[in-house]
């Protein structure tokens, strides 16, 4: 007879919702204010779930709510108010500090949700959250160590004062925490130049995510990974091609005009996926002021049919000094 009780409650609640949509005598808040301190935890959860699809464009109704909900005794509601948060976007930057006092929560999914939204809400607060996050990549559960680590990454150059920190991270026992931390501090890019020794050891991780990782790191540090060279050329012949290949693009980034790699990003210009062909046509901007041949692909590339790759080639071109380059750009721009 309870469960009937509650499926109607809760049936109750959906239908009131949306009979009494938003507005700006904000009634459909004070509803949600009603259901999210229902005594009921199944009841509040339905009210924190609904709020992941509706949240976003009423801020400022709901907010309050939702910074109040972190703190709720059920993880189930705690989880799902995270979530809306994360989808609020930008207006829910207000509730950063419950945000990150919850990467406390006892509960690892809440922490793991809560650092993810933080990656994408504190690119404007970095003095609050990065502290934050670097405290919280102590986490005990890797699952949480891995999202912080990925959530450091998403706030880029910012998170410089996680280097240190993640460069220790680089040697978790959880290969997905190194996973995440590799990625991160190539996002970071050459203010985590202090990572290069740690990264150039990852090159021998057993686990080929981290290699790749690593080696994509590395490249986008660029020439401050100069140390990598001998290592990142050896890997060009690996037996796993993907492998072979982000060394090739590590070494174009780095500026390092090693012949092997050369020939394999030209040819990586020709490859189905585009992200790809992105990728080599900025890695041969690396190394077409002193590599011959190189120009000439790149004003090529410019002919592309992913808009995306004829970018990157046009980035590429206007980092090299020569006639030849910089009328292929002029010709280019008067096309485009």
């Not at 990598?228 to 693009?249: H, N």
């Not at 046009?314 to 006639?323: H, K, R, S, W």
Request: net charge negative.
């Amino acid at each position: 007879m309870k469960s009937r009780i509650l499926l109607f409650s809760v049936f109750l609640f959906f239908v009131v919702l949306m009979v009494i949509p938003f507005d700006s005598s904000g009634h459909s808040a004070d509803i949600y204010e009603i259901q999210l301190s229902d005594e009921n935890p199944v009841v509040r959860r339905a009210a924190a779930e609904e709020l992941v699809r509706t949240s976003k464009g009423h801020a400022e109704e709901v907010l309050p709510l939702l910074v109040k909900a972190l703190k709720d005794e059920d993880k189930h509601v705690r989880r799902y108010t995270a979530m809306a948060l994360g989808t609020m976007g930008k207006p829910a930057t207000g509730a950063i500090p419950a945000l990150i006092a919850a990467l406390q929560d006892e509960d690892v999914t809440v922490r793991a949700k809560v650092a993810e939204i933080l990656g994408k809400l504190g690119r404007n607060h970095t003095q609050d959250v990065v502290p934050a996050l670097i405290a919280a990549l102590k986490d005990k559960d890797p699952r949480a160590r891995s999202k912080v680590a990925a959530a450091l990454g998403k706030l880029g150059e910012s998170a410089h004062k996680a280097v240190p920190t993640l460069i220790v991270a680089l040697q978790d026992e959880d290969k997905g925490v190194r996973r995440r931390t590799a990625e991160a501090l190539g996002r970071i890019g050459k203010p985590a130049q202090a990572a290069v020794p740690e990264l150039i050891t990852a090159l021998g991780d057993e686990d080929k995510g981290v290699r790749r990782y690593a080696i994509g790191a590395l490249g986008q540090i660029g020439k401050s990974a100069q140390a990598a060279v001998p290592t990142l050329t050896q890997l060009l012949e690996d037996g796993d091609e993907k492998i072979a290949l982000s060394a090739a693009i590590a070494l174009g980034k780095i500026g390092e005009p090693v012949e092997e790699a050369i020939s394999m990003l030209i040819d990586a210009l020709q490859t189905k996926e585009w992200h790809i062909r992105e990728e080599a046509a900025t890695a041969l901007g690396g190394v077409a002021n002193s590599a011959q041949g190189v120009i000439p692909v790149l004003v090529k590339a410019l002919e592309d049919e992913h808009k995306g790759v004829r970018y990157h080639a046009l980035e590429a071109l206007l980092e090299v000094d020569t006639l030849e380059a910089t009328k292929a750009v002029e010709e280019f721009r008067k096309k485009d």
